[in-house]
């Protein structure tokens, strides 16, 4: 389903007062659609946004998305305020920095619940809005980390790769209702993402990963450099899904390209590589 053309589309988008989801939401004002932002502080995003876009059509809501009943409020006071609800996007979410081992409990639950359990939320209380009125789009913001993992990335992979299969699985279920779903998949964007006051880091690093504070150390220095735009990203987000059609995945940023493209070469050798023994486990043919 492609966005409305006889009126402003109604987006809904959630973590909104940074990076890419702030990018997304000055766009969309400035084109002219209604936003629903959904961030901790509303105050962060209208200081963020500036006077860039007229907020007009902005509706800016502070939600702990971890709470269904604040999700449901939120989405609910969307559909109301705008009398529409066009599109989800769900962009919330952090980086984490650790070994699986320096990995603490509370930090785990933590991620997880942003990054998985809050999109449920949010799409608990979004679908019976889409599916009544046939039709929507759902956007779940990814990452190429949600295909593939590296060392150190363990925790912010886990909850990405959970999130590329609930939304494939959701896209098959929607189709009929006329709900479309889009994965974005970025690489490095020049954000605040990699930031010291953004990513997270282990409470209790060991002296046994070297090469993890390595590699820390060399994200944080790259912060400032990364390849991606957020201004072109945002684009190419929204143009998507007013496009109405596509592939289910959209990689944005040529380091994502690569990425994916050297775990499908190496995913396609080790499915070659079992042709022969994966059917040893079958039963005998009578």
Not at 45 to 71: C, I, K, N, Q, Y
Not at 209 to 225: F, V
Not at 235 to 250: F, H, K, M, S, T
């Amino acid at each position: 389903m492609s966005t409305p053309t006889d009126r402003p589309a109604t987006w809904f988008v959630t973590g909104a007062s940074r990076g890419l989801g702030l990018e997304l939401v000055a766009q969309l004002l400035e084109r002219g659609e209604r936003v629903a932002a959904t961030t901790r502080s509303t105050e962060r995003l209208l200081s963020a946004l500036g006077d860039r876009a007229d907020t007009a059509r902005l509706l800016p809501l502070a939600v702990d998305l971890t709470d269904e009943a604040a999700v449901r409020r939120a989405v609910e006071q969307a559909a109301a305020h705008f009398g529409a609800l066009d599109v989800v996007v769900n962009n919330a979410g952090y980086g984490f920095l650790a070994a699986v081992e320096e990995t603490g409990d509370r930090e785990v639950r933590a991620m997880l619940d942003v990054q998985v359990v809050g999109v449920w939320n949010v799409l608990r209380a979004a679908l019976p809005i889409l599916r009544r009125q046939r039709g929507g789009h759902i956007v779940n913001v990814s990452s190429v980390l949600g295909l593939t993992a590296v060392p150190g990335w363990a925790l912010y992979c886990a909850g990405k790769f959970a999130l590329e299969g609930l939304s494939e699985a959701l896209a098959a279920e929607v189709a009929d209702f006329g709900i479309g779903v889009t994965i974005v998949e970025p690489g490095y964007f020049r954000t605040a993402f990699l930031s010291q006051d953004s990513i997270a880091l282990p409470a209790e690093p060991l002296a046994d990963y070297p090469a993890i504070r390595r590699m820390t150390a060399d994200h944080l220095k790259l912060q400032g450099g990364q390849l991606g735009d957020p201004v072109r990203g945002a684009a190419a987000i929204i143009d998507r899904v007013a496009a109405g059609e596509g592939p289910l995945r959209q990689l944005l940023g040529s380091d994502a390209h690569a990425y994916a493209t050297a775990k499908v070469e190496a995913l396609r050798a080790e499915v070659e590589a079992a042709a022969q023994t994966a059917p040893a486990t079958d039963f005998p043919a009578s």
